[in-house]
């Protein structure tokens, strides 16, 4: 980004994801798994808007239902999960209280949103490239 862009102003056909979403608490991966995006599309949030413990709980179900041989749903996600969103419409991912499987991880990222990227919205970034008309902030 240069020195005016934020992370709400990608340029056109480019989305903005946070570095810290790669690293080890995180660790989402390029492309970005269909999971994500489309459960990004269902809530009409953009990814930019998703904290790291949600992105981790995504992950974390996702590789679990492929060691068991499942694909990982929008609807399973959500039955699985709620979501709240704080004033600022950063949105918080949490598992059910009796499907809680995911334990002994940091429940905040420190400085998250300090440095961040654009990404282009094709398909070497994304398992299913978002559309034209995919929600950036």
């Not at 974390?60 to 969103?85: P, Y």
């Not at 499907?99 to 940091?106: A, D, M, Q, R």
Request: aromatic share 14%; proline share 7%.
């Amino acid at each position: 980004p240069s020195k005016g862009q934020r992370p709400w102003s990608p340029p056109i056909g480019y989305q903005c994801v946070y570095e810290s979403y790669f690293g080890d608490h995180t660790k989402l991966w390029f492309p970005i798994p269909r999971l994500i995006t489309s459960y990004a599309f269902c809530r009409d949030i953009a990814i930019s808007q998703m904290l790291n413990g949600s992105l981790r709980i995504a992950i974390m179900l996702m590789v679990m239902a492929a060691e068991m041989g499942i694909s990982m749903s929008v609807r399973m996600f959500e039955e699985l999960t709620f979501t709240t969103a704080d004033p600022n419409m950063i949105f918080l991912v949490k598992m059910r209280a009796n499907y809680n499987v995911l334990t002994g991880h940091p429940n905040k990222t420190q400085d998250w949103q300090r440095v961040y990227f654009y990404i282009k919205s094709d398909e070497h970034a994304f398992e299913e490239p978002p559309a034209d008309d995919y929600r950036g902030l």
